[in-house]
Each structure stands twice: as structure tokens, then as C-alpha cells.
């Protein structure tokens, strides 16, 4: 596996998370990591993207102002931090890569993780 997601859980309202995304070898095609959720009954998502330099972030409007993407200084491991989570943050989360820009399309990522469960509930 190239891409590897972790740090999903149980939490409730209002609760943070932090998922990592772990890049086991490098290669030009996982150049830009971004994170899909997939709500149940739901199509898959974008919801945020980031170079592995980090010189390029994008999100979507609805968690812009609550969660942050990063990147260590290798390029290696990918993070989004996930804070005041909501309910309708629920779904399983995936990293995936494409080897250039940024995109909300799912389509246009050749490489997938397995997806890690977020689940926020009272």
C-alpha cells in the first residue's frame, strides 16, 4: 500500500481528530495528497488538498474555517486536523494522491488508501 490513513475514531460534537495519511514510497504520482469522506448513503467527496511541499492548500467551503491540512517536512506523512467536529462530519475517510494540482474530483486520484471511520455522535 502507498497510502496508508489512521487517527479516525468515535468523538462527539465539538471534538477534534487528527488524521494522518502516511506515504509509504515516493513517487511523482502521489505529488498532491487530498482527503475524501464518504458519508453513509453518500457520494464520495473532496474535501481538502495539499502539495507535498505544501505551497498548495485547497477546501471545501464547509470545514475551511474548522479543519487544517499539512505536511511534515519530508513530504512523507499528510494530516488533517479536524476541530469543532459535527455530526454531518460523519463517513470514512480516505487520502488519495494524483501527480498534479489539486482537486475536489475523486475521478482524478489514480491512488487510494483504505479509509479510516470518523464518527461523531452524542
Known amino acids: 500500500l502507498q497510502l496508508v490513513e489512521s487517527g479516525g475514531g468515535l468523538v462527539q460534537p465539538g471534538e477534534s481528530l487528527r488524521l494522518s495519511c502516511a506515504i509509504s514510497e515516493f513517487t511523482f504520482d502521489l505529488e498532491y495528497i487530498g482527503w475524501f469522506r464518504q458519508a453513509p448513503g453518500k457520494e464520495r467527496e473532496g474535501i481538502s488538498c495539499i502539495s507535498r511541499t505544501g505551497s498548495s492548500i485547497v477546501y471545501i467551503d464547509s470545514v475551511k474555517d474548522r479543519f487544517t491540512i499539512s505536511a511534515d517536512n519530508a513530504g512523507n506523512t499528510v494530516f488533517l486536523q479536524m476541530n469543532s467536529l459535527k455530526p454531518e462530519d460523519t463517513g470514512v475517510y480516505y487520502c488519495?494522491?494524483?501527480?498534479?494540482?489539486?482537486?475536489?474530483?475523486?475521478?482524478?486520484?489514480?491512488?487510494w488508501g483504505q479509509g479510516t471511520q470518523v464518527t461523531v455522535s452524542s
Open positions: 488519495a494522491g494524483r501527480p498534479t494540482t489539486c482537486s475536489m474530483a475523486d475521478t482524478l486520484y489514480n491512488s
